[in-house]
């Protein structure tokens, strides 16, 4: 089974810190996601990467950034932590992009979560 | 922008009753794939819808893909406490692959 490893659980922040959030994947999977899931709101992502030193921006990229050096790991920043990015962050990683082949192979693998609160 | 509308928010049912969830699109989406999130837990990918009005069954699970691809349902027979939590959808947008997610539907299982 492929496992999606989250480096923390919860994590307590001060605005204004730089934060760092790492998810690690054991598949060899091309593809890493960030996303934040706030109540009533879903999932939105935040950044993506289909390589490594590759990156995109998702839906809500502003506040964060991205770092994939390696293929298994991509990491989250917040660069200077705000109130509003209290959350929970979630790490998702897959074998083939959207759209790829339609198969079936573009489902998503999460990890644990990562709830931060920032204060 | 491009939205993939679920509803209902939460569903109370009693154990045994059942419970449907729908997905609504404003475009024509390429797949839809569903997810079950447990209380306190990730987002669990269940399956994954690509023709036109596509039906799949998974136990007491049924999934339909609308004839236009716009939309989606999740239907679970017969309820049980092991069903719990919150169920998403993720339309993926023929425009421009990208995949969109509903707010989710919470099952709450009435004691």
């Known amino acids: 089974d492929v496992k999606v490893t989250q480096s923390s659980r919860y994590l307590v922040k001060r605005t204004g810190e730089k934060v760092f959030l790492e998810c690690v994947q054991d598949m060899d999977h091309e593809n890493m996601f960030w996303y934040r899931q706030d109540p009533g709101l879903g999932l939105r992502l935040i950044y993506f990467?289909?390589?490594?030193?590759?990156?995109e921006k998702g839906d809500i990229p502003e506040g964060y950034s991205v770092s994939r050096e390696k293929k298994e790991r991509f990491s989250l920043i917040l660069e200077s932590a705000s109130t509003n990015q209290t959350s929970m962050y979630l790490c998702a990683s897959s074998s083939h992009p959207p759209g790829g082949l339609g198969v079936g192979n573009e489902k998503l693998f999460f990890g644990s979560g990562t709830q931060l609160s920032v204060l | 922008g491009q939205q993939v509308m679920q509803i209902p928010q939460y569903q109370h049912v009693q154990e045994g009753e059942d419970f449907t969830t729908y997905c609504n699109s404003s475009t024509t989406l390429s797949n839809i794939q569903w997810y079950k999130q447990r209380p306190g837990g990730h987002p669990v990918f269940l399956i994954q819808l690509v023709k036109s009005g596509e039906v799949k069954k998974q136990k007491r699970l049924t999934f339909q893909f609308g004839e236009a691809k716009k939309n989606s349902s999740l239907h679970i027979t017969a309820t049980q406490t092991t069903d719990v939590g919150t169920y998403f959808c993720a339309g993926l947008m023929d425009s421009n692959y990208q995949l969109i997610w509903g707010a989710g539907t919470k099952l709450i299982i009435k004691p």
């Open positions: 990467s289909y390589d490594v030193k590759m990156k």
